[in-house]
């Protein structure tokens, strides 16, 4: 990359740590971001699996919305059930279009007295504009530019960052708390986006190298970059947005019927609730399914999914090399009546025709912690 | 006496007999990442300079290997199918990918030495 381009994206407060680790370095989402350090991506994908990897994600947008009808308010723009979140509860949740398309993924936390939203680094101006214009007069969205997010994952993140906050150890999955670290006051949760039990800290950006190098002084913790988190996210069967996810594809398409619960159902209330509704009574046209390649050569986004006679059954949308499974995978939508696992498909890889085959998601069983 | 020359999209043919043999630089496989497969040519496929001759799929994507002269493949590295890690740990030797005739004996003379590549590649960064 020439300087030049490098001088238009944008940092996050771990700029200089990563340049200072030998990090590789890509625009992502605008921002320059650490593809990889010297180690590689696959091994930090395998420490992470086996240990503690710390990731900044510092790109993905922050805000909070203010209120007292701020959950309900919430609910018109997304499917699932926001207004009985209990206090420290996180839920992951989809904004949606009008024709049941989705607009972004998102994490939401119940604060107490706000939500607590991190959304896509490549999505976060059209949400927060979104979410702006559409919320009522007596909610306030607040955008939080100066923070930043570090990602604690693996199976010894609790351990470590146990010793920094030692409330973390027995916080359940799928919370999030106001927590002292570092004497700071900082957002934790417990989530991730790698099959792994693991921790995000949103704490303010002048503190986020001091913390990000402290956690690095720990044994156990190695820096990982995009490289790894996306590799581990694919074994982990997540999806990516704007890959797997995206303004033409429905929560019922892409798997995701599970964050809208029967009230929601029942009520709609939601864009394009019309949509959806039709789409769980009837089923949908396509489905998210996970393929298992033969071979070793790994299959991208944008490979042709055929049926066994050759015709057209979807399109991969997120493909590599798992490191923890050793073969390649892929996830990729295909016609309804060839989402069962086992059923035999082909999929183009540059002109040639390779086997494949329907396998369940996650390639990687996850392993969050358990209370 | 063997000569080993450099093409701008980062391969290597080291010239003996008569014949090349063909890889990736160290420069390359560093700027890829951990290579998880290698797609080698067939063997007998005819070989353009400058067009497509293997794939290397690193771990994030996927980068087309150029054939550095004209000729056709003799033989294929076959120790990659098993261990593609090979690009990373050796590069310029065992990591080799192709054996190549050479069509022109004089259409090496145009590539790099190690001296211009190396300078070629320091003007990069």
């Not at chain 1, 904004?95 to 706000?114: A, F, P, Y």
């Not at chain 1, 066994?308 to 892929?330: D, E, I, M, N």
């Not at chain 2, 590539?111 to 590549?117: E, G, P, S, W």
Request: proline share 5%; hydrophobic share 40%; with cysteine.
């Amino acid at each position: 990359m020439s300087a030049q381009s490098a001088n238009q994206l944008l940092a996050t407060p771990l700029n200089a740590l990563h340049r200072g680790l030998g990090a590789r370095m890509i625009a992502f989402a605008g921002y320059d971001m650490p593809l990889r350090y010297a180690a590689g991506i696959l091994d930090e994908h395998r420490h992470t699996r086996d240990s503690c990897g710390l990731f900044d994600i510092s790109h993905m947008g922050q805000a909070i919305i203010r209120g007292s009808n701020a959950a309900r308010a919430l609910e018109a723009l997304v499917p699932s059930d926001i207004q009985e979140m209990g206090a420290g509860s996180q839920r992951y949740t989809l904004l949606t279009n009008d024709d049941g398309g989705i607009r972004d993924n998102l994490m939401v936390s119940n604060m107490g007295d706000h939500l607590f939203l991190v959304v896509n680094a490549a999505r976060k101006a059209d949400d927060f504009a979104h979410l702006a214009a559409a919320l009522p007069s007596d909610c306030r969205l607040e955008v939080l530019e100066d923070r930043a997010l570090l990602a604690l994952q693996g199976p010894r993140s609790a351990e470590v960052l146990a010793r920094f906050c030692p409330a973390v150890r027995h916080m359940p999955f799928m919370n999030c708390e106001i927590m002292r670290t570092l004497d700071v006051q900082c957002r934790v949760s417990r989530s991730g986006f790698t099959g792994e039990d693991g921790f995000e800290l949103s704490v303010p950006a002048g503190m986020a190298d001091e913390l990000a190098r402290q956690l690095l002084n720990e044994p156990e913790v190695r820096p990982a970059g995009l490289g790894a988190r996306d590799t581990l996210r694919l074994e982990a069967g997540l999806c990516l947005y704007g890959n797997d996810l995206d303004a033409t594809v429905t929560p019922i398409e892409a798997g995701l019927a599970w964050t809208i619960p029967e009230r929601r159902r029942e009520d709609g209330g939601f864009p394009g609730a019309a949509t959806i509704r039709r789409q769980l009574a009837e089923g949908p046209a396509r489905r998210r399914v996970g393929l298992r390649i033969e071979g070793r050569a790994p299959a991208r986004a944008g490979a042709a999914i055929l049926r066994p006679g050759g015709t057209r059954a979807g399109t991969v949308t997120s493909g590599g090399f798992g490191p923890s499974v050793g073969h390649p995978l892929a996830m990729g939508y295909v016609a309804a009546d060839l989402a069962a696992p086992g059923t035999r498909l082909t999929v183009d890889l540059r002109g040639r025709p390779m086997k494949a085959w329907v396998t369940e998601l996650p390639f990687v069983p996850a392993r969050y912690f358990r209370s | 006496m063997t000569t080993v020359k450099y093409s701008k999209d980062h391969e290597w043919i080291r010239i003996e007999n008569g014949e090349g043999v063909v890889g990736i630089t160290d420069y390359a496989q560093a700027q890829l990442g951990d290579v998880v497969f290698v797609d080698l040519p067939e063997i007998g496929a005819g070989l353009k300079t400058g067009a497509e001759a293997a794939v290397v799929e690193s771990v994030k994507a996927a980068s087309e290997i150029y054939a550095p002269v004209s000729g056709a493949v003799t033989a294929v590295n076959e120790s990659l199918n098993d261990d593609p890690s090979l690009v990373n740990d050796s590069a310029e030797d065992a990591g080799w990918f192709f054996r190549m005739t050479i069509a022109d004996a004089s259409e090496p003379d145009g590539l790099m030495d190690r001296d211009a590549y190396l300078e070629y590649v320091e003007g990069l960064s």
